[in-house]
């Protein structure tokens, strides 16, 4: 497939578009819903990808690299993005990086973990707290428009941008019985 | 390391030093525009101080104002965007405690331009002076060889420190270097102005022209 062409899928559409945009570093906290994701990148040369220990890690570095001139972006799930507020209202939005985040979302629409459906609230109003750009993703035809959009109006802003991959997109995460 | 089998074996044996003092060594040895990420607290202010020169100060610092224990994760960033400029995270005890996963992922990388300096009080200083859990025994040399950084070593004394920092330049890394230091007030206070210190970084990194 030509990389400059999105594949059918939600994954194969990110990449691709991450690819366009120059958005080389992936960090990331593994994540079951990101795993077609993470594994298309570590497959693919254009990709320097790792695992940190740490979301807030993963924010450090992608903001690091962006300002020695490498694009990168954190992909997580909801209950990593809590630990996330003081390094994005003390770093990202402060000092004016544009953080590319994208997170798994669980909580909603069949949760089976009381402590994820909780947590998972928490994380739009601390985004809105922030004013932090914001994309809920849902439907796989508008999945690329709000990507490629939102990555360069990210850039040309200096602001960071959460993307939020429902269960409506990816499938989500099915009760484990 | 066989060239570092001659620093202290632990915390207690190496030397307590001054953290503006040997901070100012440290600048002394950057000739290449090496990047610095300074840290929270008295950490960040003596590097800003240390940092002043009569034709201005130097630009190839990051100074965090906040996003405590991110000095690591920020130098391993600008790192791997610029792999053929050293980079330094400067870091002080109590924040690297809070960010110890990221010495395992700095040796997961195995990132050759970086180096990691700790300057080691056993306090929170700038809080009050509370004890931390490394004046009560927490090694961070030790830790930082636990998590697989080889390259990991107290400083004996001021010389060594010279020494040592002089190897990280030249050789590949990563580096960890622990410092003892004492608990003196730092020489200045960082400006507060992110958008300012975010620009003057990039611009002193070739990124912003």
Known sequence: ?177 | MAQLANHPASREQAKVMNRYDITQRMIGLLKHDEAVIGGIGYTNFDLWAASATPAGRRTQNFYMLGSMGLAVPIALGVALAQPHRKVIALEGDGSILMQLGSLATVAERGQKNLAIVIMDNGAYQITGGQPTHTQAGADIVAIARGAGLAQSAWAADEAAFEELIALALKEDGPWLIGCRIDNQKPVDTTERDPSRIRDQFMRGLGTRK
């Open chain 1, 1 to 177: 497939m030509d990389s400059e062409t999105p594949g059918s899928s939600w994954h194969e559409i990110t990449r691709a578009v991450l690819k366009r945009h120059d958005v080389r570093l992936v960090t990331y906290v593994p994540d079951n819903v990101l795993r077609p994701l993470i594994e298309g990148i570590h497959a693919d040369p254009f990709f320097t990808a790792f695992a940190v220990t740490r979301e807030e890690e993963g924010v450090g570095i992608i903001n690091g690299a962006w300002m020695g001139g490498t694009r990168g972006i954190l992909l997580m799930q909801t209950s990593g993005f809590a630990t996330l507020p003081n390094v994005l209202a003390s770093l990202s939005v402060p000092f004016q990086i544009p953080t590319l985040m994208m997170v798994s979302e669980r909580g909603t629409l069949g949760e089976f973990n009381i402590g994820q459906s909780l947590v998972a609230r928490t994380m739009r109003p601390v985004l809105d707290a922030l004013a932090i750009e914001t994309h809920t993703m849902t439907r796989l035809d508008e999945a690329e428009f709000i990507l490629d959009r939102s990555i360069t109006q990210a850039i040309a802003t200096a602001a960071p941008v959460c993307f939020i991959l429902s269960p409506l997109l990816t499938g989500g995460k099915a009760f484990a019985k």
